[in-house]
């Protein structure tokens, strides 16, 4: 009897810590879920970290504003008259109603006359784009658009190219010296139009043909009638140098994470007789201007390059 007595209150004593040390365990398990997992600040007055912000996209589909780089053709020329730039019927930056231009669209018509600048030369060539961007860059533009290389095709005879090698070091070393000055600016390359596609639609205009003769663009439209083996020989070199030049826009371009193409869209386009100059046949007019404003629109603003 003695013996019994004694073990039973052992026994419950045992089970008791042991019920204590299960309770305790709980308790701590809880506190434990509300520091670490509760929205609310816990008992230790430790709030729970807020999630780190979204990270901003790397292409903006709305930029503030816009500068141009390039050519003859985002100067205009030969758009309203006869061996004249015409910038206002830019496809780029300009202000006409006609062509509602890339600027205008993007920031509307007070936006753009107060946010774009174009900074394009008639007649430059690739070895010119970074002295373009040295002076777009003084405009902190969100948005630099580029159309050049046409020229480095249109020289006096097809040797006389500029070879795709330089083109390449000279479109790196432009932009090169845009992001020197504005490394998280966007860059919009359109791809050089088919100047033999151009040459075609032109040579069924007696007053094109004159106007070629002045010079313009030798390489493709020099004798501009004829269709022997050596013309279509030239011809055809100047077509496959621009293809080259465009791949290399595409090469370059793809390398920089701020930086889309028109993936060949100019290049594809159809010009028509409508959409070239009624004096030259060969640099796009007000309705020429206005399809190259709408291929860099859908560019610039698409999700996916």
């Not at 600027?103 to 970074?130: C, I």
């Amino acid at each position: 009897m003695d013996d019994g007595t004694e073990r039973v209150p052992h026994r419950r004593r045992r089970r008791t810590r042991a019920g204590l040390a299960l309770v305790a365990a709980a308790v701590l398990g809880l506190a434990g879920c509300d520091l670490l997992g509760a929205d609310s600040t816990g008992a230790s007055g430790t709030a729970r970290p807020s999630p780190s912000p979204k990270p901003s996209p790397v292409w903006n589909t709305a930029p503030r504003s816009v500068a141009a780089v390039g050519d003859s053709i985002t100067r205009g020329f030969d758009a309203c008259a006869v061996l004249s730039d015409c910038p206002e019927v830019s496809w780029a930056t300009g202000t006409s109603a006609e062509v509602d231009s890339l600027a205008v669209r993007l920031l509307g018509a007070r936006g753009a006359a107060e946010r774009s600048w174009n900074h394009a030369v008639t007649g430059s060539r690739m070895a010119d784009l970074p002295a373009q961007m040295t002076s777009a860059a003084r405009d902190r533009p969100e948005l630099v658009t580029v159309m050049a290389g046409a020229n480095d095709a249109c020289r006096a005879t097809a040797s006389a190219m500029t070879p795709v090698a330089d083109f390449r070091a000279q479109f790196e070393e432009a932009l090169r010296t845009l992001r020197t000055e504005l490394p998280k600016a966007q860059v919009y390359v359109a791809s050089i139009p088919d100047l033999k596609r151009l040459w075609s639609q032109g040579r069924t205009s007696a007053l094109g043909k004159q106007v070629w003769k002045l010079g313009l663009c030798p390489s493709m439209l020099g004798d501009a009638d004829a269709l022997d083996e050596a013309a279509t020989g030239r011809r055809e070199a100047v077509r496959e140098r621009v293809e080259a030049y465009n791949a290399v826009l595409r090469e370059v371009c793809a390398k920089d994470r701020r930086c889309r193409t028109d993936d060949g869209a100019v290049y594809a386009y159809r010009f028509g007789t409508a959409q070239l100059s009624r004096w030259d046949w060969f640099h796009p007019s007000v309705d020429g201007q206005a399809r190259l404003a709408e291929i860099a629109y859908r560019a610039v603003t698409a999700e996916r390059p």
